[in-house]
Each structure stands twice: as structure tokens, then as C-alpha cells.
Nanobody
Framework: QVQLAESGGGMAQAGGSLRLSCTASGSIFMISVMGWYRQPPGKQRELVAIIRADGSAEYGDSVSGRFTISRANAENTVNLEMRSLKLEDTAVYYC????????????????WGQGTLVTVSS
């Protein structure tokens, strides 16, 4: 069993910045991929960014160059620095953990956080 605790988010003006954090807890040995997805109002969930245990990252086209993802493997934490925010960044942001290996070396299913709302206003 894994719990994902998200923090950050809230409201920001266009052009501003926000930071999201997510920490996974449980009997975890390692998590291969951690990342953020978002669901804008009335739209489907989409990739924001993922980062692998080796530090390699991928970004969605709409956030590339504006958002930066990072992680602390020892703390099972993933962070998302969001800069130059746009109105279209308004969404519920979800933390994701995939490729989970538990302390007994068994493999786990992907987990999702509860989501945190980011609202960008003009």
C-alpha cells in the first residue's frame, strides 16, 4: 500500500509561479517513475511531466520550457516548479507513482494522488 501526499497548488496570476510537491509513503524500496498529470476543466487527463529514478525526464508539449520536474529518491518525493503560468494551466494536478518495488521486492500497481487544484487568473 502506498500513499501519495500532494502539497502546493492554489491560485496564481498569469506569468507567475507555483510549486507542487508529492511524497510517497509506505514500505517502498524504490519507485521507477514519478510524475504529474493534470485534468483541465471539461478535458481529459494529460501528461505534465515524468521523471525516472535515473533523473531523466519528459515533459508535455504545452509545459516544456516552463515547468521543471525534480525528485529526491531517498525521500520518494517529486516536485514540479511551474513558471510563466498561463490561463490554460488551470487544472487539477495529480501525482503519479509507477514501477513501485516494495521492501519485500514485490512489484506494485501504479498509484495516484488525490489531486490538487491550480487556478491561474489574468
Amino acid at each position: 500500500q502506498v500513499q501519495l501526499a500532494e502539497s502546493g497548488g492554489g491560485m496564481a496570476q498569469a506569468g507567475g509561479s507555483l510549486r507542487l510537491s508529492c511524497t510517497a509513503s509506505g514500505s517502498i524500496f524504490m519507485i521507477s517513475v514519478m510524475g504529474w498529470y493534470r485534468q483541465p476543466p471539461g478535458k481529459q487527463r494529460e501528461l505534465v511531466a515524468i521523471i525516472r529514478a535515473d533523473g531523466s525526464a519528459e515533459y508535455g508539449d504545452s509545459v516544456s520550457g516552463r515547468f521543471t520536474i525534480s525528485r529526491a529518491n531517498a525521500e520518494n518525493t517529486v516536485n514540479l516548479e511551474m513558471r510563466s503560468l498561463k490561463l490554460e494551466d488551470t487544472a487539477v494536478y495529480y501525482c503519479n507513482a509507477d514501477g513501485i518495488i516494495y521492501s519485500d521486492y514485490s512489484e506494485g500497481l501504479p498509484y495516484w494522488g488525490q489531486g490538487t487544484l491550480v487556478t491561474v487568473s489574468s
